[in-house]
């Protein structure tokens, strides 16, 4: 199973759900590897440098070389998966959903440091130059392909949202937290998709 | 048969149950959160990425848009402030 991480800051958020369900998977016999997307976690190239198109050439190779057969993307991680790969999407979430939130995170810490800054002008200079958000210093060429990037509901992958999962979701917490239920879902969905009919 | 707009009392609990999920706090916390109750700027984990998050959340879940120009200190400083904020942005609708 190729395990594609959440994007930027719900990465953190997901952390703990995301590796607790590797180990659930672990234990009912199904190996799994979760790459560090370039430019993001512990990968040593420069995040203004990536792309989406790279992110999945890059999500591809990785799934050849450890063999997968399945994938499983949380929340924009789906934005990387091969599309036509089997597997699960967790909480699937349009780039352009996932940049808003940055965005608006910006906006909202400059009126508190008294300066004004716009959605519009922020987009702007982010698709000619790039833009840091939240910390993250996005390229033109991600957050060009971000804005129009959106889940394929017709793909191989089957969409697991919050509610079957039940609780709050992880990724909106203000501090990074865990849940062992809803990681027992998450990993209980997986396996009884994976049984033989 | 026209839908009813939802009442005020539905934004509350909705509203509550996104605070619920953004602050992590127990039903019965966020339940005793009255008009005063500090938001921003007084609740240290609620920075401005949760915060972001928090209105994407009450787009989706009260089916409003929130514009740039609509954010400010006050109705993000206490529940009452963000209460009014979201029923005004319903009404709106």
Request: proline share 6%; hydrophobic share 45%.
């Amino acid at each position: 199973m190729l395990v594609l991480p959440a994007l930027f800051d719900e990465a953190n958020k997901l952390r703990r759900l995301t590796v607790e369900v590797m180990q659930r998977l672990d234990g009912a016999g199904i190996d799994s590897v979760l790459p560090d997307l370039p430019g993001c976690n512990e990968s040593r190239q420069p995040l203004q440098a990536q792309s989406l198109d790279h992110w999945r050439q890059c999500a591809a190779a990785a799934a050849a070389h450890f063999s997968a057969t399945h994938v499983l993307t949380l929340r924009g991680g789906v934005l990387a998966a091969p599309p036509e790969m089997p597997g699960w999407n967790y909480a699937p979430v349009a780039g352009r959903q996932v940049l808003r939130a940055m965005l608006r995170a910006r906006t909202i810490a400059a009126r508190e440091a008294g300066r004004e800054e716009t959605i519009e002008a922020l987009q702007q200079t982010g698709r000619s130059e790039g833009v840091e958000l939240a910390g993250w210093p996005l390229g033109p060429d991600l957050f060009a392909q971000l804005e129009s990037a959106a889940p394929q509901p017709d793909g191989a992958q089957v969409e697991i949202d919050q509610g079957a999962i039940g609780g709050g979701a992880l990724w909106l917490r203000a501090e990074p937290d865990e849940s062992p239920a809803q990681a027992d879902a998450l990993s209980a969905a997986i396996t009884t998709g994976l049984a033989p009919a | 048969m026209t839908e009813l707009a939802p009442s005020r009392s539905d934004i509350d609990t909705k509203l509550r149950a996104i605070l619920r999920d953004v602050l992590g706090l127990d039903a019965e916390r966020v339940e005793r959160f009255d008009g005063d109750t500090g938001l921003f700027g007084h609740l240290p984990e609620l920075d401005s990425m949760a915060v972001a998050g928090l209105l994407t959340e009450m787009e989706d879940r009260l089916d409003i848009i929130i514009e740039d120009d609509d954010v400010d200190g006050e109705m993000l400083e206490t529940y009452g402030g963000l209460l009014a904020f979201a029923e005004a942005k319903v009404v709106e609708n």
